[in-house]
């Protein structure tokens, strides 16, 4: 049976991670069909984004607000500390892996096909912040999400690091692109 809207685990962060990883390598597809998926500089600008924004924000959400992390799905209570590290890995992944996946696919001439893919992905995420809007804004712990006692999200710190989170994460992934943008200029005109 599925879980109501309300109750479902949302994987915005997931998505959007995902969502750079193909947006990347569609802006970078000159240099993915001249050299491949792990040609530099693409492969290490997408790479840095993934350790060293993407990583570190998640270390920060799971481990200082980890109840709205978890989207107020799991009690992070009764989990130990160390299910961060492989959370952390995940996001990371998720940038490297939607852009290998999509670089193989752009090799293979299917990105027509990955552009519908990317706008289906992109379609889902808007659905789940609109269907999930009451879980992002909201701060609590787990027992306080259960009895209906969060508060906005821009009453506590959590608003604001959200805030500069999304700053960091959208102003890296506009540097990768012009990045990436610039160097397949430089592939076209060899």
């Not at 920060?60 to 989207?71: C, I, K, L, R, S």
């Not at 752009?106 to 992905?121: C, D, H, N, S, W």
């Not at 609109?130 to 508060?151: C, E, S």
């Amino acid at each position: 049976m599925l879980p109501c809207a309300t109750e479902a685990v949302i994987p915005v962060v997931a998505l959007v991670n995902l969502l750079f990883g193909i947006g990347f390598a569609l802006i970078a597809r000159d240099r993915v069909k001249a050299d491949g998926p792990f040609a530099a500089p693409a492969f290490q600008l997408v790479a840095l984004h993934a350790a060293g924004v993407v990583a570190p924000l998640a270390i920060y959400f799971y481990a200082v607000h980890p109840a709205w992390a978890w989207m107020y799905w799991v009690n992070p209570d009764k989990l130990g500390f160390v299910s961060v590290i492989p959370l952390v890995a995940g996001h990371a992944a998720l940038v490297i892996g939607g852009w290998y996946i999509a670089s193989l696919l752009i090799r293979k001439g299917l990105q027509g096909a990955l552009f519908y893919v990317g706008g289906f992905l992109a379609l889902i995420l808007m659905v789940l912040i609109i269907a999930g809007i009451n879980r992002l804004g909201t701060a609590a712990d787990f027992l306080g999400w259960q009895r209906k006692a969060g508060v906005s999200v821009f009453s506590v710190q959590l608003g604001w690091a959200f805030v500069v989170s999304l700053l960091a994460l959208f102003g890296s992934a506009i540097y990768i692109a012009i990045e990436l943008g610039r160097d397949g200029r430089r592939v076209r005109s060899r």
